[in-house]
């Protein structure tokens, strides 16, 4: 399980300790042109909805958990991607605050009912079917921040949600190298 291994794919980086889990280039300032209401309540969305920040993180955090035993190299960089969706998360609270927003923990502004809930969370009980959950989950993320960044008429946003959809994309990747040693060596491999 700790076995020394190459990676079968050069990008997004090196296994271990040294695999990127962010895309390259400084985010943007956090800032927005005006406040906008629309955008704040779409960015609740992203916040607190089943498929959003707070659920990437619980469910990155649960993984880490339960395979840390089992595969701690795995273990590690889903803390680290965590890490980084807690930074998203952060980023998207100031966000709606800048717009107008109440960033509560909820999908939908003044709906206690649209409250985040820990049964949003995919708990996959083997590895690969965890993997394969993540890669769904942050494809859609990606394609989320990459078309409300099309959509706003606000180039500050619009840039902030475009570093988003990068930072997923790294981990769309990271989650498919593992993946894909998973798949052709098995866990013996890894
Ligand atoms: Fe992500």
Not at 44 to 59: C, F, K, P, V, Y
Not at 81 to 110: F, K, N, S, T, Y
Not at 111 to 119: E, L, M, V, Y
Not at 123 to 145: C, H, K, V, W
């Amino acid at each position: 399980m700790n076995t020394p291994h190459t990676p079968h794919t050069p990008s997004p980086g090196s296994a271990g300790k040294g695999l990127t889990v962010t895309s390259p280039g400084n985010y943007p300032p956090i800032e927005v042109e005006r406040p906008h209401l629309p955008y704040a309540r779409m960015l609740m969305g992203d916040l607190a909805s089943s498929r959003s920040e707070m659920t990437a993180i619980n469910q990155y955090l649960y993984q880490d958990w339960v395979v840390s035993a089992q595969d701690a190299e795995f273990a590690r960089v889903l803390r680290r991607i965590a890490q980084v969706e807690m930074r998203h998360l952060d980023i998207l609270g100031r966000l709606i605050v800048l717009l107008g927003g109440d960033p509560r923990c909820q999908a939908l502004p003044g709906n206690r009912r649209s409250a985040w809930s820990g049964s949003f969370v995919e708990y996959a009980g083997a590895i690969p079917a965890m993997l394969q959950s993540d890669i769904r989950s942050e494809q859609f993320a990606r394609n989320t921040y990459l078309s409300q960044a099309n959509q706003v008429q606000d180039a500050k946003l619009s840039a902030v949600l475009r570093k988003l959809a990068a930072d997923e994309d790294v981990h769309v990747n990271v989650f498919r190298h593992f993946l894909d040693q998973y798949q052709q060596e098995g866990p013996q491999g890894r």
